[in-house]
DNA sequence: TGCAACTGACTGACCGGTCAGTTATTAACA
DNA sequence: TGTTAATAACTGACCGGTCAGTCAGTTGCA
């Protein structure tokens, strides 16, 4: 813990700084977040902040940029972990995947920030919709078509059923990090996916009277 | 079309500034918007703004308080007009009608605004909750109630199934907002709200197999 | 000792809110 | 019905504070 008072650590500062920017631009949003804030809370002058990022706007830019690598990065690594034959538990384990690392309100910061931020960056909104949603779009019709060709799924329409599957994440992050009331219980990730599995999958199904 | 340069009309003032306010803070951000562009837009200078409201944050207030009563009106409409012997049909309907009336950009705009502000905004975040929200999840529990009671749903766990209606109409709306591309398909909200209606209304069907 | 990392005072633009002054409207009176 | 006084809606220049970005000077390190 013995730490000089400044120190002299280029190639650490640049995450450093991100982390920063990430934390004050969510609890203050962008046009309100100072610059002198991200750096003191990085340790810094604003001054060093300048020697690593042109603007302000190069560091929400980077900022969603990483965020997006990461996404696209465990989105990788999901699709690799599920079970190729039963696309019913690879559902399963996606939703659950999602939702429990969305919960976390560390993780969903960034995401938080891009819907906060989105209608004013129409070039941010349009990156993440290139690097973030048509990814998960493109691994879920794979999953869908897979699901659809084995007979596990009806044949709906995959916009809806891409709709009907990222929509309650989504709400459900909202609700437990936007509009969260102190009183109200915490659900665990882990058991609220699987109830939202339990019916967005069975409704999915075919159903006894069909023809498929 | 004679119109004097200036004219008095403290009746029509407040709203015409809402109107501007809410127009200004979509395109801009509440922090970034100037109290002089929607002075601007609303025909007036920015001193006659400030003769109808306190400060900039007032406006946001009673923009948020206005569109939360509108929600709330649109919500007992809703109900009464649905049928209450069928809840299946009733949900139809409520999703179509969500959908529907969330496809207009200008009238998705003052949630789009919440959505964007509350994280700074918690007192805001509070009263869309209990305003809106709540309002909704009671209306929404009751139905859910009626169609379990009546055996056409199974008994799940609501605020699950809460997620699972909402959460995709969200995500439709995020998806043709926010996230819009030039390019793709614009899905019709009637037919789109059935699709969603018919995949999660499925879901919440018993199945043959099921006890209960 | 030299250089790159870093500091923080400074600048200039910007903007929320104010207020002295202007003008449309109404009221009162002739 | 025209003239004028009184009122309140409205204007826009201005003030004070804030903050992104700069840069001359300082410090840690090889």
Excluded: C, W
């Excluded at 999953?143 to 060709?149: D, K, N, Q, R, Y």
């Excluded at 916009?159 to 936007?178: E, F, K, N, S, W």
């Amino acid at each position: 813990m013995i730490r000089p008072k400044r120190q002299r650590r280029p190639e650490d500062r640049p995450d450093e700084i991100l982390d920063a920017a990430l934390a004050v631009f969510t609890e203050q949003g962008f046009a309100a977040a100072r610059v002198d804030d991200i750096a003191k809370r990085a340790g810094l002058s604003k001054g060093a902040v300048y020697l690593y990022f042109p603007s302000k706007d190069a560091m929400l830019n980077a900022l969603v940029e990483q965020s997006a690598g990461l996404v696209a990065q465990s989105a990788e690594r999901m699709v690799a972990a599920s079970a190729p034959d039963d696309p019913e538990q690879a559902f399963r384990a996606v939703l659950r995947m999602v939702l429990t690392v969305l919960s976390d309100p560390e993780v969903s910061a960034a995401p938080r920030l891009v819907l906060s931020e989105a209608p004013r960056f129409p070039e941010l909104a349009a990156y993440y919709r290139t690097h973030v949603i048509d990814i998960g779009q493109r691994a879920f019709r794979a999953l869908f078509a897979a699901g659809i060709a084995r007979g596990t799924f009806r044949a709906v329409d995959p916009d809806a059923a891409m709709r009907t599957l990222m929509g309650p994440v989504i709400a459900h992050m909202l609700l437990t990090t936007v509009f969260n009331r102190p009183g109200d219980p915490d659900h665990d990730p882990g058991v609220m996916a699987d109830a939202l599995a339990d019916i967005v999958l069975n409704g999915l199904k075919p159903r006894p009277g069909d023809a498929s």
